[in-house]
């Protein structure tokens, strides 16, 4: 009788056969390369397969890798823009500062030139009253500062404290009206005086004769003359030169050498010979007496005084008596406020 189903080697001796069979391969791939070329071609078998079982695992971690890189990229970009932000403003900074440095370079060094002793003040405000050039900085009393001391920038002179109060004061530009400051041509020493035109770009030179010796580019600096601006700052350049039709007197305006219109920083100066200790300020309430100068010369601080022909100057009796008078307590300075520097009379105005 047939069996139905033929029976085989057993499971023992199919398994001692497979360890046979695979030592036998070891030791054959390990003494030889003969296997070499069906490895290769198993492996064009195998390796899609091997592909095709990693790829979801692959896909999964590129997916959590990009939304993560994402994720870190945004906020670094995030945290860039906010880093480039701060530096630019920090830049802006920097770059108000260098030009700060350069601009108390040149005021020291213009300092060093001069020889004198010096106050670096900053400017606080500047008056916007029409035809009022005047600015206030943070230097006062305290400082030592007083009235009538002249103000330069590192180009040429800029005006003289008209009010000092403790801790600011109020400068005078030679571009006021009620400013005139005494000069000379650099080039023959001819002497005039030079006085505000309302605006901060021109000076006018209204005392000088058709015949007289200069021209447009003369450097005019102060002469020394009045005892507020000691002698050789520069103040002024001429540009124009106009002779005035049927008038003794020619026309001339000057362009001021300092950067009235730039300014944020300014040297407040003592003369050499009368050096003032910014240990112990003087005392504000001090006057000094003053007399009135004769007609058409400058007066100490550095101010026009002319008397027309047929008239008397004008006096602090008149105003008092007339009800007009000028003074006016300074807050806090001690100081009486006169006829600020430049300031002609009233009956000059009427003339």
Do not use: C
């Amino acid at each position: 009788m047939k069996l139905l189903f033929a029976t085989g080697p057993s499971i023992n001796t199919r398994l001692l056969v497979a360890i046979i069979a695979s030592v036998a391969l070891l030791i054959t791939e390990h003494q030889s390369h003969r296997l070499d070329a069906l490895r290769a071609t198993l492996s064009v078998i195998v390796d899609p397969l091997k592909y095709l079982v990693d790829l979801p695992t692959v896909l999964i971690e590129q997916t959590a890798d990009s939304v993560s890189s994402y994720s870190t990229l945004k906020k670094e970009n995030t945290q860039l823009r906010e880093e480039q932000f701060i530096d630019k403003t920090r830049l802006l900074k920097f770059d108000s500062l260098e030009k700060e440095n350069i601009r108390l370079r040149a005021l020291l060094e213009n300092s060093f030139k001069l020889g004198e002793q010096l106050l670096i003040a900053e400017l606080l405000s500047i008056n916007t009253a029409p035809y009022e050039n005047i600015v206030v900085v943070n230097k006062g009393t305290r400082f030592g500062v007083h009235p009538q001391q002249p103000v330069l920038d590192a180009n040429g002179v800029v005006g003289q404290v008209f009010r000092a109060l403790p801790f600011s004061s109020e400068i005078m530009l030679i571009t006021d009206p009620n400013h005139a400051i005494p000069v000379q041509v650099n080039r023959n020493g001819l002497l005039t005086i030079a006085v505000g035109s309302g605006q901060l770009n021109r000076l006018n030179l209204p005392f000088l004769p058709n015949n007289a010796d200069i021209r447009p580019g003369d450097l005019l600096i102060t002469s020394g003359l009045g005892g507020t601006f000691p002698s050789g700052y520069p103040v002024a350049v001429v540009d124009d030169f106009t002779p005035i039709t049927n008038k003794p007197f020619v026309n001339i305006t000057a362009t001021p050498k300092a950067m009235l219109d730039r300014n944020r920083e300014l040297l407040i100066v003592w003369s050499d010979s009368a050096p003032v200790s910014l240990s112990s300020p003087p005392t504000s309430h001090e006057k000094t007496p003053e007399t009135t100068p004769p007609n058409g010369q400058a007066t100490e601080s550095g101010l026009i005084h002319e008397t027309p022909k047929g008239k008397r100057a004008r006096t602090a009796r008149d105003d008092k008596s007339t009800g007009t008078g000028r003074d006016d307590q300074s807050a806090g300075s001690g100081l009486t406020r006169k006829a600020p520097a430049g300031t002609q009379t009233g009956a000059d105005n009427d003339e």
